[in-house]
């Protein structure tokens, strides 16, 4: 029985696309927290995920936290899904694995940062500063990932990977900024989105949550 906790529009929507693509059975537990972000519900959250972060997974008694993870465990234990490349593909692999880690150590805390500025200076002075450093930094990483995607359509080309997965959330996450720092003014970046939302299952988990079902490019 396969366990995902989280909540919808958070770093719980790569792993939720991961588990609707291989067509796993799952439950989705919605973790509910309180003003200052603790987790207040389900009972136990805490002990699956210590930091009290979502999203946490539970398979069978196997129990991760970290979105990255958790896509390549799910990935690499469905290779019939085909989102991750087999390890005689070595370099499709690797190349899978490194994108997978900017987009999860590089880009997301580039996020964290933009989304929790205060949490990033003990002066409250110095909160915007920090949000705009955020923000060029999320533009010259976009910049970055549309070069790799290029004609695309995915991060390998053809071939779609959970580093695609994991880029489209990621993606979607900077709605909110001012229109030109977006991720989807970049028409490749926002091509790069619609792809990934083609995928069935992808566009099921998306749904799911409510999210964008479009870059709206
Ligand atoms: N490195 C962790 C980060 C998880 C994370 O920061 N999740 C956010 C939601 S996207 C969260 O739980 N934030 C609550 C908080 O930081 O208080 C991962 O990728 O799973």
Same mark, same amino acid.
């Given at each position: 029985m396969i366990t995902l +906790? %989280?909540? #919808?529009? *958070?770093? *719980? *929507?790569? #792993?939720?696309?991961?588990? $609707?693509?291989? %067509?796993? $059975? +799952?439950?989705?537990?919605? &973790?509910?927290? @309180?003003?200052?972000d603790v987790p207040t519900a389900p009972p136990g959250f805490l002990a699956l995920s210590p930091f009290g972060k979502v =999203?946490?997974?539970?398979?069978? %008694?196997?129990?991760? *936290?970290?979105?990255?993870?958790?896509?390549?465990?799910?990935?690499?234990t469905h290779p019939e899904a085909g989102l991750l490349a087999p390890p005689e593909d070595r370099h499709a692999r690797a190349t899978t694995v490194r994108h997978l880690m900017t987009l999860t150590n590089t880009v997301q805390p580039a996020y964290l940062r933009y989304f929790y500025s205060e949490r990033y200076t003990a @002066? =409250?002075?110095?909160?915007?500063?920090?949000?705009?450093?955020? &923000?060029? $930094?999320?533009?010259?990483?976009? @910049?970055?990932?549309?070069? &790799?995607? %290029?004609d695309g359509p995915f991060l390998l080309g053809e071939r779609c990977?959970?580093? @695609?997965? +994991?880029?489209?959330?990621?993606?979607?996450?900077?709605? /909110?900024? $001012? #229109?030109?720092?977006? !991720? !989807?003014? /970049? =028409?490749v970046i926002a091509r790069h989105y619609d792809a990934v939302l083609a995928r069935p299952g992808c566009r099921r988990a998306v749904e799911q949550e409510g999210g964008s079902l479009s870059s709206g490019a």
């Open positions: +906790y %989280g909540i #919808p529009g *958070t770093a *719980t *929507t790569a #792993p939720h696309m991961v588990l $609707e693509e291989i %067509g796993a $059975e +799952y439950a989705f537990v919605l &973790v509910e927290r @309180d003003a200052h =999203p946490a997974l539970d398979d069978d %008694g196997l129990v991760l *936290t970290e979105a990255a993870a958790i896509c390549l465990h799910l990935a690499a @002066d =409250p002075a110095g909160v915007d500063g920090v949000r705009a450093a955020a &923000v060029a $930094e999320l533009v010259e990483l976009r @910049d970055h990932f549309a070069a &790799v995607i %290029g990977s959970v580093a @695609d997965l +994991y880029l489209a959330m990621l993606a979607s996450w900077s709605s /909110d900024m $001012e #229109p030109a720092d977006r !991720w !989807w003014s /970049d =028409p």
